[in-house]
């Protein structure tokens, strides 16, 4: 069957954000107030940070504004995969940050399970499911690198299972698979969109004023505080957290630090017991292939399967654009590949397609710091695994508000900022050459040219 044909009823946006749970937007913000703590950006990183903050010291008055409404953006388009790691895996840690990668692991365990903790403590109904993740190699030296990593993780006391063909094909069926690692407890399925929502909630519940369609357009010293404009007013507060993701920040010098990636996924329409039995998936993991052009992809609670990644669309400039939201030849492309993951799916169609911006920066995991005499703080970089690690990055954001050494605030990781990409039309160039050079890599068993040897040695990169 040609896959475009499997489009054809497709429907251009996000299955998550299409819910019909989706709440009512509330009021913008009109004339001028006054709080405590200003968040700005409604997606996970603030909505934790707005949550986490109120939870720290009830009487704190906290205000939150989001330029469009909450759970608009990657918060609610992204794959719905919650992981543990901090660092955008095991593997990426132990390069950057190798004394620390303990620490950094065990606080990422404590963290997934505070976001655990918190969907059942403000009953949050996100079809939540800590059914782990399978990496699945489908070349054969992906396959030796996936035991390798097995006893390297296992050196470190991370309990991981090594796969070999039928074991990984008795777990989820595809003729492409040939073996896996499976991390059983470190990362859960999520609908984003409810989590999103729900989280909306809880601050309400708690107190926060949220105000929707209030994009945060200019950030100035008032004072001992500081001073929001937005287009019908404006927010006074002693501190501000700003959670904006890839959108244009309001302290301008991180900006260099941040290129924005479009990232695609596709949802199947829901399957039948005949074609769920075809390829087993009991166990309802969440599955990545091993390759530098990856794909990502899941189950959903109505036993539909999310496909997405490979292709990381990077446009000149850095722009961020509505229209950049959906690529129909990545659409086709990546049902091409579904059906070749999953032949014995043949006939299936997708329902929905869409794409977002990924806040990319050169280490892939998130960077922190301070402006304003330290009553501005920001959490950015997250490149694509921020529906867990935003938690982490809201209780950095606030112990670097409150000037007090923690555990967190300590870290290397935490002190230290990613490289900054080049200006244009450098950065496109190199982002271009690097795809390029990914891709090669993909099909010459993962040798890596001279480019990429250069880029790990500058810790610059580019991943979706």
């Keep these: 069957m040609d896959p475009a044909h499997s489009l054809a009823d497709v429907q251009y946006t996000s299955f998550w954000l299409a819910d019909p749970a989706r709440p009512e937007a509330l009021p913008a913000l009109v004339g001028d107030v006054s709080c405590d703590l200003l968040v700005v950006g409604g997606g996970y990183s603030g909505l934790w940070t707005a949550l986490i ?77 800590r059914t782990g ?17 097995a006893e390297l993780m296992a050196a470190h006391g991370l309990e991981v299972d090594f796969l070999d063909t039928d074991a990984v094909r008795a777990e989820v069926d595809s003729p492409t698979f040939l ?47 500081m001073a929001v404009r937005t287009p019908y007013g404006r927010v006074f507060a002693e501190h501000v957290a700003l959670g904006t993701n890839i959108f244009p920040n309001l302290v301008k010098r991180v900006r260099p630090f ?64 509505d229209e950049y939201d959906h690529r129909p030849e990545t659409y086709e492309k990546l049902a091409g590949h579904f059906f070749t993951a999953f032949p014995q799916l043949e006939g299936v169609r997708f329902s929905h397609a869409w794409g977002g911006a990924i806040d990319t920066c050169s280490r892939f995991s998130a960077f922190f710091g301070t402006a304003h005499k330290g ?41 230290s900022k990613p490289m900054p990409f080049p200006p244009e039309p450098v950065k496109w160039a190199g982002i271009g050459i690097t795809k390029w ?28």
């Excluded at 993740?133 to 990593?149: F, M, N, S």
């Excluded at 924005?260 to 829901?270: G, H, K, Q, R, W």
């Excluded at 867990?388 to 990781?413: I, N, P």
């Design 53 to 129: 903050a109120k939870e720290r010291d009830p009487s704190l008055d906290v205000v939150l504004v989001e330029g469009q409404e909450v759970g608009w953006a990657a918060s609610g388009r992204n794959g719905g995969f919650c992981a543990a790691s901090l660092t955008h895996g095991f593997f990426n840690g132990l390069e950057r940050w190798p004394d620390e990668i303990d620490t950094l692991e065990r606080l990422g365990r404590e963290n997934l399970q505070a976001i655990e903790d918190a969907v059942k403590r403000y009953s949050i109904d996100c079809d939540w499911e």
């Design 133 to 149: 993740e399978l990496d699945v190699a489908t070349e054969p030296y992906q396959a030796d690198e996936l035991r390798e990593g």
């Design 179 to 225: 073996a896996g690692l499976w991390d059983k407890d470190g990362v859960a399925m999520v609908h984003p969109a409810k989590l999103a929502w729900g989280l909306k909630r809880a601050c309400l519940e708690q107190g926060v004023r949220i105000f929707e369609h209030t994009p945060a357009t200019q950030l100035a010293e008032s004072g001992t505080g």
């Design 258 to 321: 941040l290129a924005p990636v479009y990232d695609f996924a596709l949802m199947t329409e829901p399957l039948t017991e005949q074609q769920l039995d075809s390829i087993g998936w009991k166990n309802r993991q969440g599955l990545g292939d091993c390759a530098n052009q990856f794909h990502y992809f899941r189950i959903s609670a109505d036993n539909r399967i999310l496909w997405g990644g490979y292709d990381a669309i990077y446009h000149y400039g850095g722009k961020v654009r």
């Design 375 to 415: 009553r501005v703080s920001y959490a950015l970089g997250y490149t694509g695994l921020g529906v867990g690690a935003t938690r982490f990055g809201a209780e950095v954001m606030l112990d670097l508000l409150t000037g007090q050494e923690t555990e967190r605030t300590e870290l290397e990781m935490v002190k």
């Design 437 to 464: 050079s990914l891709d090669r890599a993909d099909h010459n068993q993962g040798r890596r040219n001279l480019w990429l040897k250069a880029m790990d040695a500058l810790g610059l990169g580019f991943d979706s």
